[in-house]
């Protein structure tokens, strides 16, 4: 079955630690967002990339990282600078053509 | 003032009632609408997109663009308990490249037996 997968569903962070989450699609999609969402509240972009290599910003960057060394993975980390990174946190994929985009299951970040 | 507003609910109507669900928008170079229905701790899944205005129609799923007034639609027939969820709208201006879309914060349903 294609789809996107993300792992791990729960993560716990202790205050000062980087954590990665993963973010695997075997859609063939050539771009792959990272979402943030919060309670109560939409979806907000953290980073995209088109293509291998490439990544862009999105609305809050700040304290986060990716790559994008593979077609298939997009792996978030999530650094110190973060301060608030208590979230729900979404991954998902399109093709550049008009289609729409879909979504991964999620992984829930809790900073203890 | 937000890009996209949505009214968070929470909404909630008995089972078979006709749902209206609603967005509406400030920038008019939105031309992509969407609407996700997410349950509760999982990914939101696409139900339906349009470009421009009109209608479009799946099942028991309506969704309507006026961009004139600068709001969507979606309209659920015949309501189940399994549409219990919330809904997000979504769109995003012309295509180039990576898609960059501005979600509304989500209406809360719950269709009730």
């Known amino acids: 079955d294609g789809g996107i997968t993300q792992s791990p569903k729960y993560l716990f962070r202790k205050e000062g630690q980087n954590v990665t989450l993963s973010c695997e699609q075997n859609?063939?999609?050539?771009?792959m967002y990272w979402y943030r969402q919060d309670p109560g509240q939409g979806l907000r972009l953290i980073y995209y990339?088109?293509?291998?290599?490439?990544?862009q910003k999105g609305d809050i960057a700040e304290g986060y990282s990716v790559s994008r060394e593979k077609k298939e993975s997009f792996p978030l980390t999530v650094t110190s600078a973060q301060k608030n990174p208590t979230a729900f946190y979404l991954c998902?994929?399109?093709?550049?053509?008009?289609?729409?985009?879909?979504f991964g299951p999620g992984t829930r970040l809790t900073v203890l | 003032q937000k890009e996209v507003e949505q009214d968070p609910g929470p909404l909630s109507v008995p089972e078979g009632a006709i749902v209206s669900l609603n967005c509406t928008y400030s920038?008019?170079?939105?031309?992509?609408f969407m609407w996700y229905r997410q349950y509760s701790r999982k990914g939101p899944e696409l139900l339906m997109y349009?470009?421009?205005?009109g209608n479009k129609e799946d099942g028991r799923f309506t969704a309507q663009v006026d961009k004139s007034s600068k709001y969507i639609s979606l309209f659920i027939r015949d309501s189940q308990p399994s549409d219990s969820a919330t809904y997000l709208c979504?769109?995003?201006?012309?295509?180039?490249?990576?898609?960059?879309?501005?979600f509304g914060q989500g209406t809360r349903l719950t269709i009730n037996p």
């Open positions: 920038n008019s170079a939105f031309q992509y």
């Open positions: 998902a994929s399109s093709i550049m053509k008009w289609e729409g985009q879909y």
């Open positions: 859609l063939n999609h050539d771009a």
């Open positions: 990339s088109q293509i291998v290599n490439d990544f």
């Open positions: 349009t470009y421009s205005s």
């Open positions: 979504a769109m995003m201006g012309g295509i180039q490249g990576a898609q960059k879309l501005v």
